[in-house]
């Protein structure tokens, strides 16, 4: 499994009209799938007068996703959106796209595209992040050694993230799960001695 992946850093909206339906499309990040669903009821309050309130998301956690049409013909909705998250490469990450019926059908085919293309100008307005899943090992640190300890972090490879000083000095590094063997390997080399390994973590 991938230790990196890219996700939405913020939120963002695309409006427009297509045949007289108007299209609402909302992309927020979201890491479960509680999350997502307490976000939809939020979106659907405060849109209750739509038509439709159709959505999917893409989760990085098993690669897991889902999508629905929410009333639409199946498969007209749902997948063209989840296709956009895709598209995009984005994990974390789900789009509602809210409408409202404007009196003329757009047939299926219109329909799969009026969603995908409001899905994918969503996204396209919205900031980016990466991010890392990062194992936390914790090193020992003799006072003479710690400019080698220093010179271990290598962001967003290895990011120090915490220091004790006592009868052992103590350094928390965040490591990416690809790395972890490099990394040991490393302060074998540097006569470093592992406290302890935590955890993944994103």
């Known amino acids: 499994m991938s230790d990196h992946y890219r996700t939405l850093a913020a939120p963002a909206e695309l409006r427009h009209k297509i045949e007289r ?21 939020r979106i659907q309050k405060r849109f209750f007068d739509a038509t439709h309130h159709c959505w999917a998301f893409r989760l990085f956690a098993e690669s897991r996703a889902r999508s629905s049409d929410a009333g639409e013909p199946s498969g007209t909705a749902g997948k063209p959106i989840l296709a956009a ?10 789009v509602v796209v809210v409408r409202w019926f404007g009196g003329i059908k757009l047939g ?11 899905a994918a100008g969503t996204l396209r307005n919205a900031a980016l992040v990466d991010r890392y899943v990062y194992e936390r090992v914790r090193v020992i640190v003799p006072f003479e050694a710690t400019g080698s ?4 972090v290598n ?10 000083y006592g009868e052992e000095n103590v350094f928390e590094f ?14 074998r ?6 406290a302890g390994a935590t955890p993944p973590s994103r």
Not at 159 to 164: D, P, Q, W, Y
Not at 174 to 187: E, K, Q, Y
């Open 85 to 94: 998250i895709e598209g995009a490469g984005l994990f974390d990450a789900a």
């Open 155 to 164: 962001p967003p490879d290895v990011v120090l993230a915490g220091e004790e």
């Open 108 to 118: 299926t085919g219109g329909l799969s595209r009026a969603y995908r293309e409001t």
């Open 174 to 187: 965040n490591v990416r799960s690809s790395i972890v063997d490099a990394f040991t390997a490393r302060l």
């Open 149 to 152: 300890a220093y010179r271990l």
């Open 189 to 194: 080399e540097l006569r470093l001695r592992e």
């Open 21 to 41: 339906s108007e299209f609402l499309g909302i992309a927020f990040p979201a890491t479960s799938e509680e999350q997502f669903f307490a976000e939809l009821e």
